[in-house]
């Protein structure tokens, strides 16, 4: 895959490297500070370790924004149980492209990361959960984990300091729903990929019912630098409470999409003007999505905003997994509601009941909707079965269904108002059918 | 027991150990949380969502099957929040559901139209498609409907957890989502049945019972199942003097709601067009149809005539007929004929067991002792497909109690499984398999030792030694065959014991001995095909047989009774544990009478009527109860449960018979004679596999 030009507006940290000759390899890696935080662990205390990431204020990246280094700590490292690491490289959320670059790209980053982690909670071994469809990364992996076997990176007696940690992939079947944490172990043990009942959470009973550190990749990604150039160092490049640098997924209808590494907090509307180099076709800007196709939808007019969790959860959104999603105003948010919700129906595992039957119904109510044959009461029901759904589901899969559909009926209303009566779609003169 | 915390819900102060789920405390204080999914014993799911509720601290509602109660929570079910939550939850369980009601199965007796009726919408607001997946039919006796399906994954768990079979999954994912078979598009299982039993909707329904009859149109009838010595109660559904249907629903009798295919559907023999309905003669070498008067003026003429010749009588009893026909009859035998020619076909030893008990600290077990002693050694048998009663418990112990279970078995056995230790011997060498077992059994706190007939004569009193030098408290269980093989040896169908283990001092004749002796002058048959593998010697001998069928042995009879089967009667029976139960009378067949009122009616004719006493059930228990040791239960607590009869503790006093111990080794999908008129066992694909 070709990276997109780089945006002098970007901050390189986790991407410093993509651009390097061989980027994937070790020598490249080696030349270019490579595993030299994982040397300065090795002389660091587990509790100094954590408590560098703490530091940091390093957040989850795949979504909840959880704080990195609290999770870690809460891995019973006196357990007689044996620890284990496990990355989550199942990125499936739609408007997200950030993990398979990372991997793609710098795959040696990400083995680093998963090394601090496991000297920090005394794991041997790890496992990377790739996503079913990124089939060609699973190869990249691999290699660089060959690499890091040969050079004596993974093993028995890593760089005969006799430390023994273990790396394998494993590959996903093709269900979003793998990428919920709890799904992710039971498929990784070949399981049926249903999510698990928590408590217990995976830092306590995860892999095999033992301690796991369960996080994503752009999460390990980021451990390196910390480490490298301190926890103060990586705070400092966001906002008070959301450390370091994000990779943003721009897409949509900007002139310049693609993956850019920014610092937390960086203004929504520079990211599209700026960065992105604006709206297509000179079009006026609709709504966005901030952060993946589960993250409620931000109008026009609500996206001049710091894209930290904080900020962003305080206009009733979440900054999410990072899929920055631009729509302009031709966009018909019927179909991009019954487009998300298509997708929502067609991942959900089944398990429970408000989820299994709540998506398809409002796929096929959205459906109908679209078609011109829906009714006023309809708009009332799609908010009100959303809301059925909203917090009353197994797993966050039925929310991330729920929200953007509640987001865009309460938005967009009128949009839905002139879809009534049979009239044809405002947006989409003769491709009604296509949705 | 955990300590008591103190909780609210609804405002009420109430009380329940710390720890328990929130669903099951409110149940213990009398709130009922619906749910679909959860199931009490088998793992949680938190799939239906239907049990939310609102715990006052917590941002979002909580699933009380989940959650465990603290105290000081304060829990709320009745809400306006809670009461959309479970209405809107049914709102989505109907949109692909058919709403096929009137031609369900289950229609009255559903789940989910209960749920529905209590805590759902009046009206439907679902106007799009519904997702139509066609009928399966997995097996003779399970058909899959998928749209009623709700997904609730309890028989899934029923046949993993419960069975130990796993021969259901779910294949697909979302509103597509179905229960699939473990062979693609059949099943190859126990046929149990379970799976239909559990299904709170009619997803799946069995083809011995769908299509029969309104759920409201049965009586429902509470009986033991004949077919092997655990004693399940199994509660037939009749209509018209015609069962049905079999299972266990109230969970009422030792077995809970547990059955297998024999318990739930192998009452159908019953029901066989085979059945005989009149009493038969020899004339000029053929049997023909006669009136009941005429055989039994003939049968008792003749054996008035043996009697008063001296004749020699045999008399072979059945392990399926009630206690108080084996008493019935060893009475007639012994009393009025004079004879202690009395046996049946010894299919366990439990008389040596007993006998080897006594003076030691071991007892005999109790059939919950499988599910609640700490360790299970299982020796010789396949537990699993001769006894699956006490595997399904022994399973429930390892599960919920994290039993060990020892299996010395000669072939691979399901409890291996489980097993902490499985040993393979070469048929024979049980104790020596058990004798290496010794450290680990020894380390164990208490145990139950369950044995078939490998275990026999001096081998049973070397297991007792075994065991009593263990140190620790073991109870045994010798399994035996069919119904009432337990309350056969009990009642005195020995012919060196009369009723209660006393020994008769002279020894009468086994069944081997009957068989064989040249110089028989009658042979009286009660619900027993000895002659299927057997010849009779004494080719003169005048042969009376009473059966549901016409047997190997019945063909060679002078007179032939019809019988009443064991569900068309009333008595008690004893299981193999020793746990003594109640027939109830659920159907009848036109001509057939049962033994007790047959053995009555031949004792009039005889003129012993006054020795013998009346033929009801409930005066020879009375009688039972007086002169048989251990079985001084009154009749009421009978029929409110299973009880423990207590035999005679100390020595029996006669010579151990290992010699005439045969068990049939019947297995999931053979019982005897009346497995051989079972249309279900013999349609199964498991069943024709196996013979």
Same mark, same amino acid.
């Given at each position: 895959?070709?990276?997109?030009?780089?945006?002098?507006?970007?901050?390189?940290?986790?991407?410093?490297?993509?651009?390097?000759?061989?980027?994937?390899?070790?020598?490249?890696?080696?030349?270019?500070?490579?595993?030299?935080?994982?040397?300065?662990?090795?002389?660091?205390?587990?509790?100094?370790?954590?408590?560098?990431?703490?530091?940091?204020?390093?957040?989850?990246?795949?979504?909840?924004?959880?704080?990195?280094?609290?999770?870690?700590?809460?891995?019973?490292?006196?357990?007689?149980?044996?620890?284990?690491?496990?990355?989550?490289?199942?990125?499936?959320?739609?408007?997200?492209?950030?993990?398979?670059?990372?991997?793609?790209?710098?795959?040696?980053?990400?083995?680093?990361?998963?090394?601090?982690?496991?000297?920090?909670?005394?794991?041997?071994?790890?496992?990377?959960?790739?996503?079913?469809?990124?089939?060609?990364?699973?190869?990249?992996?691999?290699?660089?984990?060959?690499?890091?076997?040969?050079?004596?990176?993974?093993?028995?007696?890593?760089?005969?300091?006799?430390?023994?940690?273990?790396?394998?992939?494993?590959?996903?079947?093709?269900?979003?729903?793998?990428?919920?944490?709890?799904?992710?172990?039971?498929?990784?043990?070949?399981?049926?990929?249903?999510?698990?009942?928590?408590?217990?959470?995976?830092?306590?009973?995860?892999?095999?019912?033992?301690?796991?550190?369960?996080?994503?990749?752009?999460?390990?990604?980021?451990?390196?630098?910390?480490?490298?150039?301190?926890?103060?160092?990586?705070?400092? &490049?966001?906002?008070?409470?959301?450390?370091?640098?994000?990779?943003?997924?721009?897409?949509?209808?900007?002139?310049?999409?693609?993956?850019?590494?920014?610092?937390?907090?960086?203004?929504?509307?520079?990211?599209?003007?700026?960065?992105?180099?604006?709206?297509?076709?000179?079009?006026?800007?609709?709504?966005?999505?901030?952060?993946?196709?589960?993250?409620?939808?931000?109008?026009?007019?609500?996206?001049?905003?710091?894209?930290?969790?904080?900020?962003?959860?305080?206009?009733?959104?979440?900054?999410?997994?990072?899929?920055?999603?631009?729509?302009?105003?031709?966009?018909?948010?019927?179909?991009?509601?019954?487009?998300?919700?298509?997708?929502?129906?067609?991942?959900?595992?089944?398990?429970?009941?408000?989820?299994?039957?709540?998506?398809?119904?409002?796929?096929?109510?959205?459906?109908?909707?679209?078609?011109?044959?829906?009714?006023?009461?309809?708009?009332?029901?799609?908010?009100?079965?959303?809301?059925?759904?909203?917090?009353?589901?197994?797993?966050? &899969?039925?929310?991330?269904?729920?929200?953007?559909?509640?987001?865009?009926?309460?938005?967009?209303?009128?949009?839905?108002?002139?879809?009534?009566?049979?009239?044809?779609?405002?947006?989409?003169?003769?491709?009604?059918?296509?949705? | 027991?955990?300590?008591?915390?103190?909780?609210?819900?609804?405002?009420?102060?109430?009380?329940?150990?710390?720890?328990?789920?929130?669903?099951?405390?409110?149940?213990?204080?009398?709130?009922?949380?619906?749910?679909?999914?959860?199931?009490?014993?088998?793992?949680?799911?938190?799939?239906?969502?239907?049990?939310?509720?609102?715990? *006052?601290?917590?941002?979002?509602?909580?699933?009380?099957?989940?959650?465990?109660?603290?105290?000081?929570?304060?829990?709320?079910?009745?809400?306006?929040?809670?009461?959309?939550?479970?209405?809107?939850?049914?709102?989505?369980?109907?949109?692909?559901?058919?709403?096929?009601?009137?031609?369900?199965? +289950?229609?009255?007796?559903?789940?989910?139209?209960?749920?529905?009726?209590?805590?759902?919408?009046?009206?439907?607001?679902?106007?799009?498609?519904?997702?139509?997946?066609?009928?399966?039919?997995?097996?003779?006796?399970?058909?899959?409907?998928?749209?009623?399906?709700?997904?609730?994954?309890?028989?899934?768990?029923?046949?993993?957890? $419960?069975?130990?079979?796993?021969?259901?999954?779910?294949?697909?994912?979302?509103?597509?989502?179905?229960?699939?078979?473990?062979?693609?598009?059949? #099943?190859?299982?126990?046929?149990?049945?379970?799976?239909?039993?559990?299904?709170?909707? $009619?997803?799946?329904?069995?083809?011995?019972?769908?299509?029969?009859?309104?759920?409201?149109?049965?009586?429902?009838?509470?009986?033991?199942?004949?077919?092997?010595?655990?004693?399940?109660?199994?509660?037939?559904?009749?209509? @018209?003097?015609?069962?049905?249907? $079999? @299972?266990?629903?109230?969970?009422?009798?030792?077995?809970?709601?547990?059955?297998?295919?024999?318990?739930?559907?192998?009452?159908?023999?019953? *029901?066989?067009?085979?059945?005989?309905?009149?009493?038969?003669?020899?004339?000029?070498? +053929?049997?023909?149809?006669?009136?009941?008067?005429?055989?039994?003026?003939?049968?008792?003429?003749?054996?008035?005539?043996?009697?008063?010749?001296?004749?020699?009588?045999?008399?072979?009893?059945?392990?399926?007929?009630?206690?108080?026909?084996?008493?019935?009859?060893?009475?007639?035998?012994?009393?009025?004929?004079?004879?202690?020619?009395?046996?049946?076909?010894?299919?366990?030893?439990?008389?040596?067991?007993?006998?080897?008990?006594?003076?030691?600290?071991?007892?005999?077990?109790?059939?919950?002792?499988?599910?609640?002693?700490?360790?299970?050694?299982?020796?010789?048998?396949?537990?699993?497909?001769?006894?699956?009663?006490?595997?399904?418990?022994?399973?429930?112990?390892?599960?919920?109690?994290?039993?060990?279970?020892?299996?010395?078995?000669?072939?691979?056995?399901?409890?291996? @499984?489980?097993?902490?230790?499985?040993?393979?011997?070469?048929?024979?060498?049980?104790?020596?398999?058990?004798?290496?077992?010794?450290?680990?059994?020894?380390?164990?706190?208490?145990?139950?030792?369950?044995?078939?007939?490998?275990? +026999?004569?001096?081998?049973?009193?070397?297991?007792?030694?075994?065991?009593?030098?263990?140190?620790?408290?073991?109870?045994?269980?010798?399994?035996?065959?069919?119904?009432?093989?337990?309350?056969?040896?009990?009642?005195?169908?020995?012919?060196?014991? @009369?009723?209660?283990?006393?020994?008769?001092?002279?020894?009468?004749?086994?069944?081997?001995?009957?068989?064989?002796?040249?110089?028989?002058?009658?042979?009286?048959?009660?619900?027993?095909?000895?002659?299927?593998?057997?010849? #009779?010697?004494?080719?003169?001998?005048?042969?009376?047989?009473?059966?549901?069928?016409?047997?190997?042995?019945?063909?060679?009879?002078?007179?032939?009774?019809?019988?009443?089967?064991?569900?068309?009667?009333?008595?008690?029976?004893?299981?193999?544990?020793?746990?003594?139960?109640? #027939?109830?009378?659920?159907?009848?067949?036109?001509?057939?009478?049962?033994?007790?009122?047959?053995?009555?009616?031949?004792?009039?004719?005889?003129?012993?009527?006054?020795?013998?006493?009346?033929?009801?059930?409930?005066?020879?228990?009375?009688?039972?109860?007086?002169?048989?040791?251990?079985?001084?239960?009154?009749?009421?607590?009978?029929?409110?449960?299973?009880?423990?009869?207590?035999?005679?503790?100390?020595?029996?006093?006669?010579?151990?018979?290992?010699?005439?111990?045969?068990?049939?080794?019947?297995?999931?999908?053979?019982?005897?004679?009346?497995?051989?008129?079972?249309?279900?066992?013999?349609?199964?694909? *498991?069943?024709?596999?196996?013979?």
């Amino acid at each position: 895959m070709r990276y997109n030009p780089p945006s002098p507006l970007e901050t390189p940290v986790l991407s410093r490297r993509f651009r390097l000759p061989n980027s994937q390899s070790i020598d490249t890696y080696l030349a270019n500070d490579g595993y030299k935080a994982f040397e300065k662990a090795t002389g660091m205390t587990q509790d100094e370790i954590i408590g560098e990431v703490k530091t940091s204020i390093l957040r989850g990246r795949g979504g909840a924004g959880f704080p990195t280094g609290m999770k870690w700590s809460f891995v019973p490292r006196t357990s007689p149980k044996p620890k284990y690491i496990v990355v989550n490289a199942d990125e499936s959320e739609p408007g997200t492209c950030k993990d398979r670059l990372l991997i793609e790209f710098d795959p040696h980053q990400l083995i680093e990361g998963v090394l601090i982690a496991a000297l920090a909670v005394g794991a041997q071994q790890g496992y990377i959960y790739i996503r079913g469809e990124f089939r060609y990364l699973i190869g990249v992996m691999d290699k660089a984990i060959d690499e890091a076997y040969a050079k004596g990176y993974l093993g028995d007696n890593i760089q005969g300091k006799g430390i023994k940690f273990h790396l394998a992939t494993h590959s996903g079947a093709g269900a979003y729903e793998c990428g919920e944490e709890s799904a992710l172990l039971e498929s990784l043990e070949g399981k049926r990929g249903n999510p698990r009942i928590r408590p217990p959470f995976p830092a306590v009973a995860g892999c095999y019912q033992s301690p796991t550190i369960l996080n994503n990749v752009e999460t390990f990604c980021a451990v390196p630098s910390i480490i490298l150039n301190g926890g103060l160092w990586f705070a400092g &490049l966001g906002t008070p409470k959301n450390g370091g640098t994000r990779m943003f997924c721009l897409s949509g209808h900007v002139n310049k999409p693609g993956v850019y590494e920014l610092p937390m907090g960086f203004n929504l509307m520079r990211m599209i003007n700026e960065v992105g180099g604006g709206i297509r076709g000179g079009k006026k800007l609709k709504a966005v999505v901030p952060g993946g196709s589960s993250c409620p939808i931000l109008k026009a007019d609500e996206c001049d905003l710091a894209m930290d969790y904080d900020t962003v959860a305080a206009a009733k959104s979440m900054l999410g997994s990072g899929g920055v999603v631009v729509l302009d105003e031709d966009t018909c948010m019927v179909k991009f509601a019954l487009r998300i919700m298509r997708f929502y129906a067609h991942e959900s595992c089944g398990w429970c009941i408000p989820c299994r039957e709540g998506t398809t119904w409002l796929k096929k109510l959205l459906t109908r909707f679209h078609e011109g044959q829906g009714q006023r009461s309809d708009i009332v029901m799609i908010g009100d079965l959303s809301r059925n759904m909203l917090g009353r589901t197994f797993c966050p &899969l039925g929310d991330a269904a729920a929200m953007p559909t509640i987001a865009i009926v309460e938005k967009f209303r009128e949009e839905f108002e002139a879809h009534l009566d049979g009239k044809p779609c405002p947006h989409e003169k003769g491709s009604r059918l296509a949705a | 027991m955990a300590d008591l915390v103190k909780f609210t819900i609804n405002g009420q102060e109430l009380e329940a150990p710390a720890g328990m789920l929130v669903i099951e405390a409110a149940k213990q204080n009398g709130i009922e949380i619906p749910s679909f999914c959860y199931y009490e014993g088998y793992s949680l799911q938190a799939a239906c969502r239907m049990c939310l509720v609102e715990v *006052e601290k917590m941002p979002k509602m909580q699933v009380a099957c989940t959650l465990p109660v603290s105290a000081g929570m304060v829990i709320r079910t009745e809400t306006d929040q809670v009461k959309l939550a479970r209405k809107s939850t049914l709102e989505f369980l109907l949109t692909n559901h058919p709403l096929d009601c009137p031609v369900c199965d +289950k229609g009255g007796e559903c789940e989910l139209q209960d749920m529905v009726f209590r805590y759902g919408a009046g009206e439907s607001r679902y106007t799009e498609t519904k997702i139509h997946v066609n009928e399966q039919q997995w097996s003779p006796v399970v058909f899959y409907d998928a749209p009623r399906c709700i997904l609730c994954f309890r028989c899934v768990r029923a046949c993993d957890e $419960g069975m130990g079979v796993s021969a259901l999954g779910v294949i697909n994912r979302g509103a597509q989502s179905l229960i699939s078979p473990n062979m693609g598009d059949h #099943l190859e299982c126990d046929e149990c049945g379970q799976c239909i039993d559990i299904c709170p909707v $009619g997803a799946l329904t069995s083809g011995a019972y769908r299509y029969q009859t309104r759920p409201w149109e049965m009586e429902h009838v509470g009986t033991i199942c004949t077919h092997c010595s655990d004693g399940c109660k199994t509660t037939l559904g009749v209509r @018209n003097d015609e069962i049905v249907r $079999g @299972n266990n629903r109230d969970r009422s009798g030792v077995n809970g709601e547990f059955l297998c295919i024999k318990g739930r559907y192998a009452f159908d023999f019953s *029901e066989s067009a085979e059945r005989l309905q009149s009493p038969m003669i020899r004339v000029n070498g +053929k049997l023909e149809e006669v009136s009941w008067s005429k055989a039994l003026e003939t049968i008792g003429k003749k054996f008035a005539e043996v009697k008063a010749k001296g004749g020699k009588f045999g008399v072979i009893g059945s392990n399926h007929t009630t206690n108080e026909e084996n008493y019935y009859l060893q009475k007639f035998a012994r009393q009025g004929l004079g004879t202690n020619n009395i046996d049946h076909q010894r299919t366990g030893d439990v008389v040596t067991l007993v006998d080897a008990l006594s003076g030691t600290t071991g007892r005999l077990a109790k059939t919950e002792d499988f599910y609640e002693r700490k360790a299970v050694l299982v020796i010789g048998a396949d537990l699993s497909a001769e006894h699956p009663f006490l595997a399904f418990q022994t399973r429930a112990n390892y599960r919920h109690h994290e039993a060990h279970v020892y299996a010395v078995t000669a072939e691979a056995v399901r409890e291996d @499984n489980m097993a902490t230790r499985s040993v393979r011997v070469a048929k024979g060498e049980e104790l020596a398999g058990v004798e290496g077992l010794r450290d680990a059994l020894a380390a164990e706190t208490e145990l139950v030792v369950v044995f078939d007939d490998s275990i +026999k004569g001096d081998k049973v009193r070397s297991l007792v030694a075994f065991g009593e030098s263990l140190g620790i408290p073991v109870s045994y269980c010798a399994l035996v065959d069919y119904s009432n093989s337990r309350g056969a040896i009990d009642m005195g169908l020995v012919a060196e014991l @009369n009723p209660g283990f006393h020994a008769t001092g002279t020894a009468g004749a086994s069944v081997d001995e009957m068989l064989a002796a040249n110089d028989l002058a009658a042979l009286w048959v009660v619900g027993s095909n000895p002659l299927q593998n057997a010849k #009779l010697a004494a080719s003169r001998a005048f042969v009376v047989v009473q059966d549901l069928f016409l047997t190997e042995t019945a063909q060679r009879a002078d007179v032939v009774l019809p019988t009443a089967s064991a569900y068309e009667k009333n008595g008690t029976v004893t299981n193999g544990c020793g746990e003594v139960q109640r #027939l109830k009378r659920a159907s009848a067949t036109m001509g057939a009478k049962t033994d007790l009122e047959i053995i009555g009616l031949i004792a009039k004719e005889m003129g012993l009527a006054p020795l013998m006493g009346p033929w009801l059930p409930e005066t020879v228990y009375a009688e039972i109860r007086k002169t048989v040791k251990g079985y001084d239960i009154p009749l009421p607590l009978v029929t409110i449960g299973a009880q423990q009869t207590a035999p005679v503790n100390g020595r029996v006093g006669v010579d151990s018979r290992p010699d005439l111990i045969r068990s049939s080794h019947d297995k999931l999908f053979t019982s005897g004679t009346l497995g051989r008129y079972s249309t279900v066992l013999n349609s199964v694909i *498991e069943g024709r596999q196996s013979r």
